[in-house]
């Protein structure tokens, strides 16, 4: 019974994986006794290098898209993305500070304390999920602090943006821990206000959590 | 109210795509980080095909796209490449947006009504050159067209396709060649001698 096919199919398959090529002697045998299957071939290698132009093309423009084109729809979904962050719970939690200080104050009876990091950890670190640190009015940004439970193999990164102009000041280094300690000259060039944002990545690079906070120092 | 889609204005669907976005969590917020790259791709694809869209258009077509996105996310198969998807998605959204510009009637006082040539006269619509070939993806076996994505666009080996997919590399192989096949038959149109030289079995 004369049945070439599973041989034939099986050939191109492998021709086509990149298992084989023309000059296989199997591949010469094949074409000698199968004047079609040469044909076939050809076209099955066209459609291939078809689609590695699409692929081509894909990875193009997908390369492209990695910088920012400055176009309307760019600004639209930049607006979607950020508002959330921006509309973030600061409002709630310097309010909650606030009453505190004033409790505070009330105890001591004496004047402010310059240095509100302490009162607002003692809000917003003991236990609160996700609770950020610098926030609001503070001395100084020594220390950033943030939390949430990385899985394994993931890391943090902080960036730090002008709150003025959005301009990127500063991107920590990643890490595992829920802080980070900017270089004091570093930091010293930052303008008053700032912006920063903690983005929390898996192992496989993907963010899986962000949030962010205003801050700025006392005059 | 006419019954074609218009372009009507940037903001439209920004507070629904806002409920969307904040209503995102664990493995779909993922997509959240890749929204931006939606008006990217529109805008540099657009750009490819002449940029029969305005950047107008574009902005509105934005907001279209990411709603698709959102309400398909569920679709995106494991092991599949985000970005990938994201493209397609772009890619189709950006031809039916252009269809849609072509069918809609000229409105009166339009400042750019002498700037359009009569209808005979109107160039063809841009071609995507792959367009078929992301449909005919869509139409074969979904595990097949898994392996012809992620070797032509996702540019792996199939070592790497079969760890992606969790099959072993025989199983990869046979899926891309079936794949194959059937994408060939599809596309006959595009390969008439194959359809031609097929052999019967």
Same mark, same amino acid.
């Given at each position: ?16 994986a =990149? ?6 002697? @199997? ?8 004047? &079609? ?17 699409? =692929? ?12 920012? @084109? ?6 639209? %979904? ?10 973030? @719970? ?36 003991? &236990?609160?999920? &996700? ?6 009015? %503070? ?14 193999g ?21 890490? %595992? ?10 930091? =010293? ?5 700032? @912006? ?6 898996d192992a496989t690079?993907v963010?899986?959590?962000?949030? &962010? ?7 | ?24 969590? $664990?493995v ?24 029969? *869209? ?22 995106l198969a494991a092991g599949s490449s985000l970005?990938g ?21 000229? *409105?009166? $006082? ?14 063809? *619509? ?15 076996d979904a595990n097949e067209a898994a392996v012809i994505r992620l070797k032509?666009?996702d540019?792996l080996t199939f070592d790497q396709i079969a760890e992606r997919l969790d099959v072993s590399q025989g199983t990869a192989k046979t899926r891309f060649?079936r794949g ?22």
């Amino acid at each position: 019974m004369d049945d070439p096919l599973p041989d034939r199919e099986q050939l191109l398959r492998e021709i086509l994986a =990149g298992d084989l090529d023309r000059r296989d002697p @199997r591949v010469r045998g094949q074409m000698e006794r199968d004047p &079609g299957f040469e044909e076939r071939l050809a076209e099955l290698e066209r459609m291939s290098r078809w689609l590695e132009e699409g =692929g081509a093309e894909q990875r193009a423009v997908l390369h492209e898209a990695s910088v920012p @084109r400055g176009t309307e729809g760019e600004a639209l %979904v930049q607006e979607l993305l950020e508002r959330p962050r921006r509309r973030s @719970r600061w409002p709630l939690a310097l309010a909650a500070a606030a009453a505190v200080v004033l409790g505070f104050l009330w105890a001591r009876g004496g004047e402010p304390e310059l240095e509100p990091r302490p009162l607002e950890l003692a809000v917003l670190g003991d &236990g609160e999920p &996700g609770a950020l640190f610098p926030l609001g009015e %503070v001395a100084a940004y020594s220390r950033f602090e943030w939390d949430f439970d990385l899985p394994d193999g993931g890391w943090f990164q902080v960036i730090v943006s002008s709150a003025e102009d959005d301009r990127e000041l500063q991107r920590s280094r990643p890490g %595992v821990q829920s802080s980070w300690e900017p270089e004091a000259d570093v930091r =010293g060039a930052w303008p008053e206000r700032i @912006r920063w944002t903690v983005n929390a990545y898996d192992a496989t690079g993907v963010v899986i959590w962000s949030d &962010g906070e205003e801050a700025w120092r006392s005059p | 109210m006419g019954t074609e889609r218009q372009f009507d204005g940037a903001g439209r669907d920004l507070s629904l795509l806002r409920t969307i976005v904040d209503g995102l969590s $664990g493995v779909k917020a993922q997509l959240t980080d890749q929204l931006i790259t939606v008006p990217r791709i529109l805008d540099a694809q657009n750009a490819r095909l002449g940029r029969p *869209l305005s950047e107008h258009d574009l902005a509105d077509l934005t907001q279209d796209t990411l709603l698709v996105l959102l309400k398909k996310i569920d679709s995106l198969a494991a092991g599949s490449s985000l970005e990938g998807w994201i493209y397609r998605v772009c890619c189709f959204e950006l031809m039916n947006g252009i269809r849609r510009k072509r069918k809609q009637p000229m *409105l009166v $006082g339009d400042a750019t009504q002498d700037l359009v040539p009569p209808a005979e006269t109107e160039p063809a *619509l841009p071609d995507w050159e792959y367009e078929d070939l992301h449909q005919g993806l869509e139409k074969i076996d979904a595990n097949e067209a898994a392996v012809i994505r992620l070797k032509y666009f996702d540019d792996l080996t199939f070592d790497q396709i079969a760890e992606r997919l969790d099959v072993s590399q025989g199983t990869a192989k046979t899926r891309f060649y079936r794949g194959m096949l059937k994408l060939q038959a599809l596309l006959s149109h595009r390969f008439p001698e194959v359809a031609r030289g097929r052999p019967s079995s």
